[in-house]
């Protein structure tokens, strides 16, 4: 069974940056696709962003260009790193794991495990 647990939320300046962290255990690390999402408070839960097994990177439109996702296949752990955060990025974020296919998907449903989530909150 696949476990994940994110970390390095918390609290920081518009304009600051934070990255957080989400160590894989449970299958080999290396076999899934790595997703991150976010839920800001009172609305939907949206993809922020993924990086595929062959480490090719896709990222939402809003975060484009500020944050990076990578992996440590060696470590087990995805990192989202956030650079030039706004308030508007405020949220619980979530990495999510699939095993098929190797493509990154914005599609919530397709992603098989999740974590519990860290809360970031950038104030203004």
């Known amino acids: 069974q696949v476990q994940l647990v994110e970390s390095g939320g918390g609290l920081v300046e518009a304009g600051g940056s934070l990255r957080l962290s989400c160590a894989f255990s449970?299958?080999?690390?290396?076999?899934?696709?790595m997703g991150w999402f976010r839920q800001p408070p009172g609305k939907e839960r949206e993809f922020v962003g993924g990086?595929?097994?062959?480490?090719?990177?896709y990222y939402a439109d809003s975060v484009l260009g500020r944050f990076t996702i990578s992996r440590d296949n060696a470590k087990n752990t995805v990192y989202l790193q956030m650079t030039s955060l706004k308030a508007e990025d405020t949220a619980v974020y979530y990495c999510a794991a699939k095993r098929f296919v190797d493509v990154v998907s914005p599609n919530a449903n397709q992603y098989e495990y999740w974590g519990q989530g860290t809360p970031v909150t950038v104030s203004s």
């Open positions: 990086i595929s097994r062959g480490g090719r990177m």
């Open positions: 449970g299958r080999t690390f290396s076999s899934y696709i």
